[in-house]
């Protein structure tokens, strides 16, 4: 897919106007622009940063024991995350090549799909310092680590799940994408938290 992006960049490259579209409001207008060379290969190089990344990270965890016992899981999460990219990079390009559509809306189905399979990796996460809901209680004692991922992975299930009703309500899509999301997170700090209290007592 990142070799995909560099040949679909150079292939689209005399085709495309000086400035490009890049960026969207809420209601999926236009509201940013790029030079011709970054709005075709940003991405593509940010898929390469990204790639490295995911490389390293299983190697100089100092957990990584426990990221093997679920390395299926995240190997997974890659894909989906670069899929999530390409698709993100497909519609800018559609976009400038003159096909207008809504951007959140088209934005919508990809991250609830995005956002489920993240909860599907919660829930098999194993302590480690990278990937997962990373607190210092979380952190701190695998009980507690276990507790929060059950549940948080549930609860990003039904985040997703929300996302994806945007489709029926286009004027509150991003707010059903993003609110959902922030109060998962925030809920899963604060019972992690009690959680680790409650392990402690």
């Known amino acids: 897919m990142i070799l995909l992006?560099?040949?679909?960049?150079?292939?689209?490259?005399p085709q495309m106007p000086?400035?490009?579209?890049?960026?969207?409001?809420?209601?999926?207008?236009?509201?940013?622009?790029?030079?011709?060379?970054w709005g075709l290969f940003l991405m593509p190089f940010i898929s390469i940063a990204l790639f490295l990344l995911f490389i390293i990270?299983?190697?100089?965890d100092p957990l990584k024991k426990n990221i093997e016992k679920f390395r299926k899981y995240f190997d997974l999460l890659i894909i989906f995350i670069f899929i999530f990219l390409f698709y993100i990079y497909t519609l800018t390009i559609?976009?400038?090549?003159?096909?207008?559509?809504?951007?959140?809306?088209?934005?919508?189905?990809?991250l609830g799909i995005l956002f489920y399979f993240v909860g599907i990796v919660t829930?098999?996460?194993?302590?480690?310092?990278?990937?997962?809901?990373?607190?210092?209680?979380?952190l701190s004692s695998d009980i507690v680590w276990?507790?929060?991922?059950?549940?948080?992975?549930?609860?990003?299930?039904?985040?997703a799940l929300i996302a994806f009703s945007g489709l029926f309500f286009p004027k509150y899509a991003i707010l059903?994408?993003?609110?959902?999301?922030?109060?998962?997170?925030?809920y899963t700090i604060v019972y992690s938290y009690f959680e680790y209290k409650k392990q402690k007592k």
């Open 5 to 13: 992006s560099f040949l679909i960049a150079i292939y689209f490259y």
């Open 18 to 37: 000086e400035k490009i579209a890049s960026h969207w409001n809420s209601q999926g207008q236009v509201n940013g622009y790029m030079s011709k060379f």
């Open 57 to 60: 990270i299983p190697k100089i």
């Open 94 to 110: 559609l976009w400038n090549l003159g096909i207008t559509f809504n951007m959140t809306l088209a934005m919508v189905p990809a």
């Open 123 to 138: 829930e098999k996460a194993k302590r480690n310092w990278f990937i997962g809901i990373r607190t210092p209680w979380t």
């Open 146 to 159: 276990n507790k929060t991922h059950k549940i948080g992975g549930k609860l990003f299930k039904i985040a």
């Open 176 to 186: 059903l994408v993003i609110v959902p999301v922030i109060l998962v997170a925030l």
